[in-house]
């Protein structure tokens, strides 16, 4: 086995993609009787730097109630999805076949 490189990276997101603004009529919209002072707790959204959300679902089906074991699923299975569209991605960057890959690594990031 040789020395251990990075040969090609890959990037996948869910496919529904919603601006802040979007969601954050979303949220008001579904909680504005369900939460007091709601408008209190929505700045949040324009104080947080994100300009745009990716979700697994269309933002509707956000809006009625599911079981952990139902998203949870489909957090499985989305996940599973953009795993494997990265890996392709990163293959073909690297020009690296499947069977020559010796190892697989993740990472969450740094803690301080």
Known sequence: ?????????????????????????FVAAL???????????LPVFESSCIDTRHLSKPLDW??????????NAI????ALD??????????KMGKVEAKDIGMVLRYWGIKS
């Open 1 to 25: 086995m040789g020395v251990p490189r990075i040969q090609g990276i890959g990037t996948a997101v869910p496919k529904y993609a919603l601006k802040q603004g979007e969601i954050e009529k």
């Open 31 to 41: 909680f504005q009787e369900h939460v007091d002072h709601l408008d209190r707790l």
């Open 62 to 71: 956000y809006s009625t109630a599911h079981s952990f074991a139902q998203a």
């Open 75 to 78: 957090f499985e299975q989305v």
């Open 82 to 91: 953009l795993t494997e569209e990265a890996a392709l991605q990163a293959m």
